[in-house]
């Protein structure tokens, strides 16, 4: 990893790629609580990709006390063939929230991608193969609260 110099003095980012389920079942404990812009969720059909950008809290920062931090983390679906919207249109202004992620398998390596978000909403991305980046792109800042789960 090359080092980049708007991460001096900060954390270092966070750049992962998923190819198997155990991958996504980390991406998806780092992007639970990332929260964003519906907007900022766009399918380029012509080069096969779903891309969006969250404001992902750092659960790997491992603090157990006060507010914790926060960084852009830009995220990246490759081989998306579809991509169906429930309960919010992307470019529209519209608060998400994502809570999970979680791949439906279908035949030789192609499935679903399935983003779910907090008040049922959820993108579902058809895909060839499972192939997501995450991406750090931001120093990390001060998160005004840390988020809360019932019965956590």
Not at 31 to 41: M, N, P, R, S, Y
Not at 128 to 142: G, M, N, R, S, Y
Request: glycine share 8%.
């Amino acid at each position: 990893m090359v080092e980049d110099a708007r991460f001096e003095d900060a954390a270092k980012p966070v750049r992962l790629k998923a190819e198997s389920v155990e991958d996504l079942t980390v991406l998806s404990a780092l992007l639970q609580d990332a929260v964003g812009k519906a907007k900022d969720f766009a399918f380029l059909p012509k080069r096969r990709r779903f891309i969006f950008v969250v404001n992902r809290y750092r659960w790997e920062d491992g603090q157990q006390n006060g507010p914790g931090q926060r960084v852009q983390t830009g995220v990246t679906v490759e081989n998306a063939l579809k991509v169906r919207a429930k309960g919010v249109a992307p470019g529209v202004d519209k608060p998400v929230e994502i809570l999970d992620l979680a791949w439906a398998a279908g035949e030789d390596g192609a499935g679903s991608l399935h983003i779910l978000c907090a008040g049922g909403a959820e993108f579902a991305i058809e895909a060839e193969a499972l192939d997501v980046a995450l991406a750090d792109i931001t120093k990390p800042w001060a998160a005004s609260a840390r988020p809360r789960h019932p019965g956590a």
